[in-house]
């Protein structure tokens, strides 16, 4: 009778599961570091990535992916996956 309780107290718990969505992320201010200012732009939340401009000229020096989405297309709902950046 035990595990027949736990059972379906577990059960009863995993239709909630796959409707849990991410918040959004926080904005971040930039960082201006000897003469470089490194900021982190939201793009849309498909591609976090982070930026470094040179402050005098506002000339882009390079910039670093964190991590992008993809959509991946399952039964008929569209789900975001997320692939760690190379």
Request: charged fraction near 20%.
């Given at each position: 009778?035990?595990?027949?309780?736990?059972?379906?107290?577990?059960?009863?718990?995993?239709?909630?599961?796959?409707?849990?969505?991410?918040?959004?992320?926080?904005?971040?201010?930039?960082?201006?570091?000897?003469?470089?200012?490194?900021?982190?732009?939201?793009?849309?939340?498909?591609?976090?990535?982070?930026?470094?401009?040179?402050?005098?000229t506002n000339r882009k020096?390079?910039?670093?992916?964190?991590?992008?989405?993809?959509?991946?297309q399952s039964w008929?709902?569209?789900?975001?996956?997320?692939?760690?950046?190379?």
């Open positions: 009778m035990m595990r027949l309780t736990l059972l379906v107290c577990v059960m009863s718990f995993l239709p909630c599961l796959p409707a849990a969505k991410r918040i959004p992320p926080a904005k971040v201010a930039p960082v201006v570091y000897e003469g470089i200012r490194y900021v982190a732009p939201n793009d849309d939340g498909r591609r976090a990535y982070i930026e470094a401009q040179e402050i005098q020096l390079w910039d670093l992916t964190v991590f992008h989405t993809v959509l991946i008929r709902k569209t789900f975001s996956g997320f692939l760690l950046a190379n």
